[in-house]
């Protein structure tokens, strides 16, 4: 049995079955026989039911956004704008992916060479619950349009979501098996899917999460032969160069570190400032500091306690926030830490929460060096005039570079990390190829 729980109030939400042994191995043979089919269905039917998909999550954004809010803290405005960008990767996706998955021709000494893109068969996906839907459906999305099924397994902090968005697929059209959701108690997690990336029914495996999750997936599917995209933690820097517009860079931080109650890996968490702005920004930084939602979990925000309290007693400053609100729910007071230094929790740990720490640097070659020093490489975002950003981000190890804009996802664009954040990507054509094979075709 599965309780979920409202982490603005700690209580008791919904109480739901799990999947035994037995139902877990009836539904991935469900989801093999479906993908089976789906594998002989042509692009055009397929790009149908992504397009239905996105319009009945457009008529149902305000139910799911509350049960988003209800089951992971999330502001329900927060929860609105995951839904709908949902909605627009299944837009995104239906238009472009004709192009992404047709033949590509090579010239060669044969007579024709091509390039295809073909389904592989069942992908098992183990995605993280601080956004619900949107990173099942940039998953779902790049694999049913190539011609594969999808098994989940979702955190059991949001298993409502996880159930919603398998009945979402069903009530959009999609054949019986193509899109399953399963149900597995925390403490059997780490067995169980093991057990189904083993399975020769399984083509190939993702997951969102901690580095330990990706460890453990990636190892069970290396002994398996099989295929991973792994997208994992992040420490990114947020470099803010001496010619930088600091106000818009302050404001555009906070959107950043303290969105999602900071619980996203791709936010900014190292704020690198040279510093002859660094009062500056520091004192702008403070002022954009907003109200938030609660963490998802009470040892979720005791983990972020313990880090700040760590790098307070190593030296660093605490400006404001840092602590537990009193009263019901998994509240954290924003916080923001000055004269931070390699070294300190907030710095060499990934945060995933509310905890800002800004590291002041003495010049561009100095930021460079404190921005590398991470075994992460998601995001990095670097804020200054525009070619002076650019060449100073050139030098940082990353995923994605964004000049004088925060990191974010886009369904046309790839999305993904290097290092301990993890490899493969996801969203845009990059993102939907992963999912296939792609074939040499050659006619002598």
Request: hydrophobic share 50%; glycine share 8%; proline share 5%.
């Amino acid at each position: 049995m599965i309780v979920t729980r409202n982490p603005a109030t700690g209580a008791e939400l919904h109480r739901y079955p799990t999947h035994d042994d037995d139902a877990i191995s009836h539904i991935v043979a469900e989801t093999a026989a479906a993908a089976r089919d789906w594998a002989a269905v042509g692009l055009d039917e397929r790009l149908a039911l992504l397009r239905a998909v996105g319009k009945l999550l457009t008529e149902r954004r305000d139910e799911y956004a509350t049960l988003i809010t209800a089951e992971m803290g999330k502001p329900v405005a927060e929860a609105l704008a995951e839904i709908d960008k949902c909605a627009w990767n299944c837009r995104v996706v239906a238009d472009l992916a004709p192009d992404w998955l047709a033949d590509r021709e090579i010239e060669s000494d044969a007579s024709r060479s091509w390039i295809s893109y073909q389904p592989l068969g069942v992908i098992f996906a183990v995605m993280p619950w601080n956004f619900p839907f949107w990173q099942v459906l940039r998953f779902a999305c790049a694999a049913l349009s190539a011609g594969n099924a999808a098994l989940l397994k979702h955190s059991p902090d949001v298993t409502g979501c996880a159930l919603a968005i398998e009945a979402l697929f069903t009530d959009a059209g999609a054949p019986a098996g193509l899109f399953r959701s399963l149900v597995v108690e925390a403490d059997r997690v780490p067995a169980v899917s093991a057990r189904i990336v083993a399975d020769p029914r399984i083509a190939a495996v993702t997951l969102t999460g901690s580095e330990r999750a990706g460890a453990a997936i990636a190892q069970a599917a290396g002994a398996a032969l099989k295929k991973t995209v792994l997208e994992l933690g992040g420490s990114d820097p947020f470099v803010v160069l001496a010619d930088a517009d600091v106000a818009a860079a302050a404001a555009a931080a906070a959107r950043s570190r303290f969105g999602n109650a900071g619980q996203s890996c791709v936010s900014a968490k190292r704020f690198i400032v040279v510093d002859t702005v660094a009062d500056e920004f520091v004192a702008a930084l403070l002022a954009e500091v907003p109200q938030i939602g609660p963490l998802a979990r009470a040892d979720l925000r005791d983990t972020v306690v313990r880090q700040i309290e760590q790098s307070v007693a190593a030296g660093a400053r605490l400006l404001t926030g840092g602590t537990p609100v009193d009263g019901p729910g998994y509240y954290l007071s924003p916080a923001v830490l000055d004269h931070v230094v390699p070294g300190m929790a907030v710095f060499t740990e990934e945060t995933f929460g509310p905890a800002a720490a800004v590291i002041r640097a003495r010049d561009d070659d100095h930021a460079v060096e404190l921005a590398n020093d991470t075994d992460f490489g998601l995001g990095c975002s670097v804020w200054g005039t525009p070619d002076h950003a650019l060449a100073v981000g050139r030098r940082i190890r990353s995923g994605a570079l964004f000049v004088n804009a925060p990191v974010a996802s886009d369904p046309r664009l790839p999305f993904g990390g290097v290092g301990r954040s993890g490899y493969g990507r996801e969203l845009s054509a990059e993102g939907v190829r992963e999912f296939t094979n792609i074939r040499t075709v050659v006619i002598a």
